[in-house]
């Protein structure tokens, strides 16, 4: 079992920046394809990026490529969201999601999530 908790959320103004993180417990974090979600207010949760086991390999969604960077550390089961040029569109909850398969469409694990805001 996996168990993820996220950190790095907060308030910040359009343009800014954010790097989350997602921190995993469990010998078998190698194992399973990391993402990040994000859900906001009143709308259904989107698929934002994920990184391969291995770290070499990663997927964004179409409005994130480009202003967002994934990466991971295997060797301290951490994940982390490098988000640039923020929007306030960007605000929502950030879920990190633990599963097989690029576009994690069904996801094994979540996190709680960690809130962004960003001011106009």
């Known amino acids: 079992q996996v168990q993820l908790v996220e950190s790095g959320g907060g308030l910040v103004q359009a343009g800014g920046s954010l790097r989350l993180s997602c921190a995993a417990s469990?010998?078998?974090?190698?194992?399973?394809?990391i993402g990040w979600f994000r859900q906001a207010p009143g709308k259904e949760r989107e698929f934002v990026a994920s990184?391969?086991?291995?770290?070499?390999?990663?997927y964004y969604g179409d409005s994130r490529k480009g202003r967002f960077t994934i990466s991971r550390d295997n060797a301290l089961n951490t994940v982390h969201l490098q988000m640039n040029s923020l929007k306030p569109e960007d605000t929502a909850v950030y879920y990190c999601?633990?599963?097989?398969?690029?576009?994690?469409?069904?996801?094994?694990?979540w996190g709680q999530g960690t809130q962004v805001t960003v001011s106009s």
């Open positions: 990184v391969g086991r291995s770290g070499g390999s990663t």
């Open positions: 469990g010998r078998t974090f190698s194992r399973y394809v």
């Open positions: 999601a633990a599963g097989s398969g690029m576009l994690l469409s069904i996801p094994e694990y």
